[in-house]
């Protein structure tokens, strides 16, 4: 003998609540809408690692070149020539290619100012400090 299993009499559900779950339903059917990721253009990378790395790195070499020439040359105009395209591929990275800080916040040309201001008296200093030292010290 089987026993019969009493039904349970399903509540009716109001058509606010049938509306719902048919909008949930069909939600849950859809595949997820996915941002994509916003990739930096090859150029924008490119003026980053030059004015963070590159430039910084021919400053340092020829500064070093200098201290140990004899006289004021090429080396020096190849130096300030490079504060120049540093400042100018800086400028260009903020103004066209939506430059960031190096915190990765948007930069904005007050940015490149005091950039320009920072890069150009520690250079003049560098570059100062080492004609000083050679000539009146070494």
């Not at 300030?80 to 939506?98: E, G, H």
């Not at 904005?108 to 520690?122: E, F, G, M, N, P």
């Not at 560098?126 to 050679?134: P, Q, R």
Request: hydrophobic share 45%.
């Amino acid at each position: 003998m089987s026993k019969k299993r009493k039904r349970r009499k399903v509540p009716e559900i109001d058509p606010q609540t049938h509306d719902r779950l048919d909008e949930i339903e069909g939600n849950l059917e859809k595949e997820p809408e996915i941002e994509p990721i916003q990739n930096a253009p090859l150029s924008g990378c490119l003026t980053r690692l030059f004015w963070m790395l590159i430039g910084n790195a021919i400053l340092l070499i020829t500064l070093v070149q200098i201290f140990q020439s004899e006289k004021f040359g090429t080396l020096d105009i190849i130096y300030w020539l490079t504060v120049i395209i540093i400042l100018a591929v800086r400028y260009i990275d903020i103004r066209y290619l939506d430059g960031k800080t190096i915190d990765d916040q948007p930069a904005t040309i007050s940015h490149w100012y005091r950039y320009a201001v920072d890069l150009i008296a520690l250079c003049l200093a560098l570059w100062g400090g080492s004609y000083v030292i050679k000539y009146t010290i070494l």
